[in-house]
Nanobody, 126 residues
Framework: QVQLVESGGGLVQAGGSLRLSCAASGRTFSTYTMGWFRQAPGKEREFVGAVSWTHSTYYADSVKGRFTISRDNTKNTVYLQMNTLKPEDTAVYYC????????????????????WGQGTQVTVSS
């Protein structure tokens, strides 16, 4: 079993920055792929980005160039640095873990992840 806890959400003006954290516990973490998803009101949960155990990353087109995912395996924590935030980024942000150690196209889908955090709200005002 893996437990994930997101933190760092809040209210920020458009153009601002925010860093989210996801702390993992319960079992080994370093070999897992960690993903970030977000869900806006009335919309489906969508893929934001992912980081593999080798620290390789990839991102959804909507956030590429603005968001950066990193991980610190010594702290069992993954981060989502969000810059140049836009109102359309407003959503509940979730971290998730996949047992797959490598990045694949499937990791863009919800079904690839077995564990989810409770989410943290990010609100971007115009």
């Amino acid at each position: 079993q893996v437990q994930l806890v997101e933190s760092g959400g809040g209210l920020v003006q458009a153009g601002g920055s925010l860093r989210l954290s996801c702390a993992a516990s319960g079992r080994t973490f370093s070999t897992y792929t960690m993903g970030w998803f977000r869900q806006a009101p009335g919309k489906e949960r969508e893929f934001v980005g992912a980081v593999s155990w080798t620290h390789s990353t990839y991102y959804a087109d909507s956030v590429k160039g603005r968001f950066t995912i990193s991980r610190d395996n010594t702290k069992n924590t993954v981060y989502l640095q969000m810059n140049t935030l836009k109102p359309e980024d407003t959503a509940v942000y979730y971290c998730a873990v996949s047992r797959s150690p490598y990045l694949t196209r499937e990791l863009e889908t919800l079904s690839a992840y077995g564990y989810w955090g409770q989410g943290t709200q990010v609100t971007v005002s115009s």
